[in-house]
């Protein structure tokens, strides 16, 4: 018998919703762990943890977390969770104590790699407070003075992806440095913006006026909300 297009279809639905469950290893277990700090290396108690992985991933449903567990770090900021031991190419661990605070996330693949002893530590989550940087540029010499500048600063995401127990580098996007500029002239004096970074993140910022030799000057963000102003 032939099958007609939306048999097809359906049965192809069916294929990937139950193909593509998580296999979890029978009677095995493993032990989630490490300690929530701050920038100033102080224990952050009541921290959110939250150990997905991965299920329905196919042309039709995408990609979801499946939750396996949670837990709160303790009053020394440290935490243990014990959970199912699934075999798939996601596992994510997520912190996430609240919105003045940034969040991180641990990935690896558990397809065909087992943590040492079952365990995955942690250590010290990298956990800093958010802060704000106002970015303000505003001309008070005469006209046709032209300012060129470049703005380097640390965002405030944090994403670590490992391979076999070992940091990939290249998928990890961890506080990484970002950078934007522009030229400042009769047409466009001024400018006003706003970055999202963390307490403790320098910003690097390099200016020439009329292209006379390149001057820098380094902040460091010690506030959640931090203005910076800068006349020429």
């Given amino acids: 018998m032939r099958l007609t297009f939306i048999e097809t279809f359906f ?43 991965r299920e329905g991933e196919g042309f039709i449903f995408g990609t979801d977390l499946e939750f396996l567990g949670d837990v709160q770090s303790a009053s020394d900021g440290t935490f243990e969770i014990i959970t199912l031991f699934g075999r798939d190419q996601k596992f994510v661990v997520d912190v996430f104590i609240d919105n003045d605070y940034t969040s ?37 010499s005469p006209p046709d003075i032209e300012l060129q500048y470049t703005l380097e600063y640390m965002n405030n995401f944090c994403s670590e992806v490992y391979v076999d ?12 440095t970002q950078s934007f500029g522009g030229i400042l002239n009769n047409n466009n004096p001024n400018t006003s913006t706003q970055i999202q970074s963390f307490i403790g993140a320098e910003v690097t910022f390099s200016y020439s006026i009329n292209g006379q030799v390149e001057e820098s000057q380094t902040i460091t963000i010690d506030q959640s909300e931090y203005d910076f102003n800068f006349n020429y």
């Fill in 165 to 176: 127990e070992q940091l990939d580098e290249d998928q990890t996007n961890c506080y990484e």
């Fill in 11 to 53: 049965y192809g639905c069916l294929f990937i919703l139950f193909s593509c469950e998580v296999p979890f290893e029978d009677n095995a277990r493993l032990l989630v762990k490490g300690r929530v700090l701050d920038e100033n290396n102080q224990p952050i108690s009541d921290a959110d943890i939250a150990v997905s992985t």
């Fill in 104 to 140: 991180y996330r641990y990935i690896t693949d558990t397809e065909f790699f087992t943590p040492t002893d079952y365990t995955i530590d942690l250590g010290v989550v990298p956990i800093k407070r958010k802060a704000d940087f106002n970015f303000n540029i505003t001309r008070t």
